[in-house]
């Protein structure tokens, strides 16, 4: 009997461009598939899995100490195997890389990589565009081109966001850096899950002959030096108005540094907990589930940008304190 392989979706794209919304519309579909996660996040605190539907148990595997397309490719291999090895119950692998990662040296794990060779292929990278500030993130971040050149399946994402002929704009870019991949327009992340999982849409022989290189030892990926995480924490219930009108000032005067920010908000009178999301200067709320009686309520808030100070965000989260 030949031994079973499974397949594997690298799901890319920039800071903020709707990668966990697309992952968690493939863990709530009803499309009969039993998916392992893992997640590389940027910084040393595990806050994408918050924001991840937490149904999965031990399927949802954390790498948070380097990025995935440099640093910890030998914790990626080491991760894939154990779910061999432990025997955990899985038909479909999906990897949701950090905003800054470069996909092809994730991608080149598993066919260069022999032992996972014999358990996993590659189904297809998929890369979500966030339609409003590609731009902006073409022409300051190297990551985006490498990610849209290398996808299989593109989602220009957040359409909703520009008008029909910047649409139109738009996807001439993306087709002038990859022609070949299927270009997808959603809102949301919307997209049938049948489009983007076990479409067996990788072809090395193809890509080899893109790019011969694809198939030697990958150098070391070097990512801007200057993008930095920062990671605030407050234990008082916060004040929402005070919290926007702080907000409303981290981007006016931070705008051009801030990339992407986060965070899941502890409100004073409030059962829920609040996510909280933006891009660049792009931000919003909604309620999400309730606070349970066994975890400590706290507000938890990353920035990603560059040269962000640390200090003076730090204070004016505190006095975001809502009063007793």
């Known amino acids: 009997m030949s031994q079973k392989e499974y397949p594997v979706t690298v799901v890319t794209g920039f800071l903020g461009s709707g990668k966990t919304t697309l992952l968690n519309r493939m863990l709530s579909e009803n499309h009969g598939k039993k998916i392992a996660v893992i997640l ?57 890389t ?19 060779r014999k358990h996993f292929y590659l189904d297809a990278v998929v890369t979500v565009v966030d339609a409003k500030h590609i731009d902006q993130n073409l022409s300051e971040i190297k990551e985006t081109q490498d990610q849209i050149g290398f996808a299989d399946v593109i989602l220009l994402n957040k359409i909703d966001t520009i008008t029909e002929t910047q649409i139109v704009d738009v996807e001439k870019k993306i087709k002038n850096i990859n022609s070949i991949a299927k270009l997808f327009k959603t809102i949301n992340s919307n997209i049938k899950i049948e489009e983007i999982l076990g479409i067996n849409a990788f072809d090395l022989q193809a890509r080899t002959e893109l790019n011969p290189d694809i198939t030697k030892e990958y150098h070391e990926h070097n990512h801007d030096d200057a ?82 100070p640390k200090e003076v965000l730090e204070e004016g989260l505190s006095l975001c304190v809502a009063k007793l």
């Open 40 to 96: 590389n996040e940027i910084g040393d605190v595990n806050l994408d899995s918050e924001l991840v539907i937490q149904s999965i148990g031990e399927e949802l595997k954390i790498m948070n100490n380097g990025c995935v397309c440099c640093t910890v490719r030998g914790d990626l291999t080491k991760i894939c195997l154990d779910l061999i090895t432990k025997k955990i119950n899985f038909d479909h692998v999906v990897i949701e």
């Open 98 to 116: 950090t905003g800054m990662a470069d996909p092809s040296p994730v991608a080149q794990t598993f066919f260069m990589d022999e032992n996972l």
């Open 227 to 308: 993008i930095q995480s920062i990671y605030l924490e407050e234990t008082r219930p916060l004040d929402m108005e005070r919290l926007n009108r702080f907000m409303q000032l981290v981007i006016s005067e931070l705008g051009n540094q801030v990339l992407r920010y986060k965070g899941i908000l502890n409100i004073k009178d409030e059962p829920n907990r609040i996510v909280f999301q933006g891009v660049h200067t792009t931000m919003g709320s909604n309620e999400d589930r309730a606070w349970e009686a066994s975890e400590e309520r706290k507000t938890r808030m990353v920035f990603i940008g560059r040269h962000l």
